[in-house]
């Protein structure tokens, strides 16, 4: 009888800890838990309570997606017109890297946004072109190989003021989507995220976009409107450079929220196996399971997807009536973001499973957003 009330405890236990194991987005828990396992059932601790402590703090962390993207996504309505749903703008787009950009901003058409814009290298901007005609491309980027060093300042110039006509237009910007490396585009770039600033257009900055940021902070530091979107390598530098330290495995979390209170409150959202999520006073958990494929170009669908929700969140949370007043927009538009690619890489995964390429998982973006929002 002892004997069968020890195996049930442990049966028990060990569904718990399963539970506890998949909710878990921080190696603290999991440092906490095998310090309760090794102390054995019969110890007198109460499993099932630390269990429901344990769910009950990362419900804090994990977040229901589904219900911020129905909360934030507009209602398709006869009465609105063209433009109302999101004017998206990726600057990115050079001669060695056109497909960035096109991910990014046919993403956001994909989601629902209505207008797509990409702002180009002229090398870029034909071949940018040539993959839709949905997108509305400006070839005005310079790079330095095409710019003698005197004509540099009234080149930046006529850069600039040819976006500054567009910009109170656009809900977001996109920042680094196939932008490489070139001083003189990346210092163009730099004056066109300030201008954005100065006009209060939220900015996502993935790509190298981050390298950019990373080496002028300055450049998003205390903007509420701007959101991180690293990888695990561009993560790492971050951390380097903002907290003077690596990347730490065992309270991650934690660490997160330091890296976005030190840059001014501006909103970090660290891809990798759970996508966490933290403006600096909160941390939000995606751990929706997505594709055990890592082909290149996800992270530009991400960085589409999140002006694109990013911008309607700004939008439900205007509504005097809206619930959503308190909330942090950028936080939302990530959630949004890293949901709906997460749900799009997994249908797509399972239709083609090692062949699935980026372009097949923008074709299920719509479908991914039905799912949870339906239009009808």
Request: charged content about 20%.
């Amino acid at each position: 009888m002892l004997m069968k009330h020890v195996m049930n405890s442990q049966l028990s236990f060990l569904g718990c800890a399963n539970t506890c194991m998949l909710l878990a987005s921080s190696s603290v828990f999991r440092r906490q838990h095998l310090l309760i396992r090794s102390l054995g059932v019969g110890s007198g601790i109460h499993h099932h309570t630390y269990c429901a402590n344990m769910q009950q703090h990362l419900s804090s962390v994990e977040v229901d997606a589904d219900s911020v993207i129905r909360a934030i996504t507009p209602a398709l309505d006869a009465s609105r017109h063209k433009g109302q749903a999101g004017k998206i703008a990726v600057i990115g787009g050079c001669r060695e890297y056109t497909g960035a950009p096109y991910f990014a901003a046919i993403s956001a058409l994909k989601i629902g946004a209505d207008l797509s814009h990409v702002f180009c290298t002229k090398d870029a901007a034909p071949v940018i072109k040539s993959y839709s005609p949905e997108l509305i491309v400006h070839p005005i980027l310079e790079e330095s190989y095409s710019v003698r060093e005197e004509d540099k300042k009234i080149i930046s110039g006529k850069v600039l003021a040819e976006v500054d006509k567009w910009m109170e237009r656009f809900d977001c910007l996109v920042i680094g989507p196939g932008l490489g490396r070139d001083p003189f585009l990346l210092d163009c770039v730099s004056e066109i995220m300030r201008h954005a600033r100065q006009s209060n257009v939220p900015i996502v900055i993935d790509g190298d976009g981050l390298f950019l940021v990373t080496n002028n902070l300055d450049l998003v530091s205390g903007y509420a409107l701007a959101v991180l979107t690293p990888n695990v390598n561009e993560y790492k530098r971050l951390v380097q450079k903002v907290l003077s330290s690596e990347v730490d495995d065992v309270d991650g979390t934690q660490q997160l929220v330091s890296l976005s209170k030190q840059i001014g409150g501006v909103t970090v959202l660290k891809k990798g196996k759970s996508d966490l999520i933290s403006d600096g006073a909160t941390v939000k958990s995606v751990s929706i399971y997505g594709s055990l494929r890592r082909c290149g170009g996800q992270g530009d669908i991400l960085s589409g997807s999140v002006a694109v929700f990013l911008s309607w969140a700004r939008q439900a949370a205007s509504d005097p009536n809206s619930n959503l007043s308190s909330k942090n927009p950028t936080v939302l538009g990530c959630i949004a973001g890293s949901a709906i690619l997460r749900k799009a890489a997994s249908l797509a995964f399972s239709n083609k499973k090692r062949s699935t390429v980026t372009g097949d998982i923008i074709e299920c973006l719509g479908k991914s957003v039905e799912d949870v929002c339906p239009a009808c």
